[in-house]
């Protein structure tokens, strides 16, 4: 009779226990009409990302998001004026002083966060804050190419001697983005044909492109798109002299906060685009396609394959701590030789 009486937990309709939803922005997450209003007003003030973006992830160590932060807007503005001409949107604060301008920066940040916005135009560099700890996107217009940017970045830290011209301290790895779409599979093959058709002569391939245009603030969960049978008109690169000078390529996706797409059907999709003359060489490939795949997001660029592993992966850290150690090694070869002589 005990038994009768006992309390029973409450099932779901397959009988077992409820299962709670957890927080976050993942991918395909019910939303309620005020998470809706509220991610449509981030999209509208430039806050979240949104399909067609350009630019650049940023890593950065640990704990050091404001410290971070202030010097990718700082390397962006830099890099913006010396390479483009253009204007720096803000100057720097010459009164400021480190011991309290963390603690100050963030509360005004955290406050800025909270008061609502009105879009900002004619801003070249916006940075874009996501739920991943160390990570940051930094959203470019025209006439930024964010290929270019990354690897001019890039060169001049690889040719820094001196410790104390550095750039950057916090920053780690930068991931060029030139174009971002939704990450479906139909929305990885549509990037990828654009993104990769200056690089490369791509199959007619029979992939349905065709989307019908949306706002960020509605998107579909990735996946819940339905198949037309619509070929579509393939673009395709000028075509080299010959099949032998087609280059070879390798693909490195990288994947956050994302459960829709796996990694074999994202390099799947991918290589069955490139035509046959173009082969896939994963040591020292002449063409690497770099695919970052963010919640609902997905952003591809092509970079130049040799010249990415020179540069230790776009990695600003590792090239500063190479040419520091390049000038020691420098150094002291020629202490050894001024030793040598005057014996």
Known sequence: MGDNKRKQPPAGSNGSAPK????????????TPHQQAKLAKNVAIGKSLTVGDRGVWFTYAR?????????????????????????RQSEPDEDDEDAHQDIEASIEQELSDLKPGKPKTGQTFVVVHVDVECLMFVRMAQPIDPVEFVRKICQDARDCKDVMSRKTKYVNRLTPITDMAKATEKGLVQLARTVMAPHFVLNSGGEDLSEEPSTDADLPAPGGEAANDTAPTT??????TGEASRPTYA??????????????IVIKKVAELPDSSHKVKLTEPDKVILIDIYQMFCGMSVVDGVEWES??????NELYRMGAENKTAVADLKAKEETTAST
């Open 20 to 31: 709670k939803s957890k927080g976050g922005g993942g991918s395909g997450k019910w939303r």
């Open 63 to 87: 704990n050091m998001k404001y410290k971070a932060q202030r010097e990718i807007v700082d390397l962006c503005e830099e890099y913006g004026e010396t390479m483009y001409g253009i204007k």
């Open 235 to 240: 673009t395709r690169a000028a075509e080299p």
């Open 251 to 264: 693909i490195r996706p990288s994947m956050r906060s994302h459960l829709t797409l796996n990694r074999d």
């Open 311 to 316: 540069l230790k992966r776009y990695n600003v």
